[in-house]
């Protein structure tokens, strides 16, 4: 099994969206920034989803790597400012073109439980997530956790190094009062699962770059609940209930009294006007409709330059 991720879910999208042939003649790298990975007969292009801090991009203090490659495209304005800052990259060859995913057909919010979901590896929260809701157990009966989160994600490989790691975490899943672990799913069973979800529960401890989880479930109609770390503020606009992060204890709490209120304001319909606005803005802003434009206009500029060059 091969890694699918985010980023290689966003790219296979973006190539079976453009017309026949708009990648010829350019070498569309995702991330990793390596000087093997440049071809010096087509255009090079990093399409750039990873923070400043990850190993793989380090070769973006080379200038002679930064040199070969002739545009950067960032999947957020908070990356290409990090980038901007530490790499000290040529702004001339930057464009920023947000993430995006597919618009839901179906919607439908009927539960007699609050149904929550958590959908990302489980290094990004799902410690802190479990913790709070070990807390709210205490008090409360009426909400259901769905967890999709394994390391199967990243392949075969990975998951035999890495597995071991987070079985402890997956034990306590599957050993939390009203937590359904379910492991590994397909973004196709992902986005199924959305549909009928209440709220995306992501106590992010990771620096998103962008974050397609919270896009995804934004675009189906969750109320959000996460941390402002990284580009998550920008990613998740105005709609997001967000709390500090705090990479101490403390997040759990004030995640769980976050969660908590959330959950009594979603029940009493706080959110039915808010949710509506934002599944629109979505559709609007972060749809493929939109975004495969963006990127036609993004390949037909470089290869205009190109020629004129």
């Not at 919010?109 to 410690?127: A, D, H, V």
């Not at 306590?172 to 799913?185: D, E, L």
């Not at 992902?190 to 770059?209: G, H, M, V």
């Not at 403390?250 to 706080?270: F, P, Q, T, W």
């Amino acid at each position: 099994m091969l890694p699918k991720g985010g980023s290689e879910i966003i790219k296979d999208q973006l190539v079976s969206l453009l017309p026949e042939g708009s990648l010829d003649g350019i070498n569309l790298i995702t991330s990793v920034c390596h000087p093997s990975l440049i071809q010096k007969d087509k255009i090079n292009i990093v399409w750039q989803q990873l923070s400043y801090d990850q190993p793989n991009v380090q070769y973006m203090k080379d200038r002679k790597f930064v040199d070969s490659v002739d545009y950067f495209v960032y999947n957020s304005h908070w990356v290409f400012e990090k980038f901007r800052s530490y790499f000290k990259i040529p702004e001339y060859k930057s464009f920023v073109i947000k993430n995006s995913t597919h618009t839901f057909d179906k919607i439908e919010k009927n539960n007699e439980r609050l149904k929550l979901i958590y959908t990302s590896t489980p290094w990004r929260g799902l410690g802190v997530l479990i913790k709070a809701i070990e807390k709210l157990n205490k008090t409360r009966d009426d909400f259901t956790l769905d967890v999709y989160s394994s390391t199967k994600i990243y392949g075969k490989q990975f998951e035999e190094l890495e597995g071991d790691k987070f079985k402890p975490l997956f034990d306590m899943c599957k050993n939390t009062k009203n937590v359904n672990y379910i492991g590994y799913g397909t973004n196709e069973e992902i986005r199924k699962a959305l549909e009928t979800t209440d709220i995306l529960a992501y106590p992010s401890i990771f620096e998103e770059t962008s974050c397609i989880a919270a896009i995804e479930a934004m675009m189906a109609g969750c109320h959000v609940v996460t941390t402002n770390y990284g580009a998550l503020p920008e990613t998740c606009s105005e709609f997001a209930t967000m709390i500090e992060f705090n990479p101490t204890l403390d997040l759990i709490n004030s995640y769980a009294d976050a969660l908590g209120n959330v959950m009594d304001n979603y029940k009493a319909g706080v959110y039915k006007e808010d949710t509506q606005l934002q599944t629109q803005f979505y559709k609007k802003f972060y749809s493929w409709e939109t975004r495969i434009d963006e990127w036609k206009g993004f390949l037909n500029y470089v290869r205009s330059n190109k020629e004129k060059r």
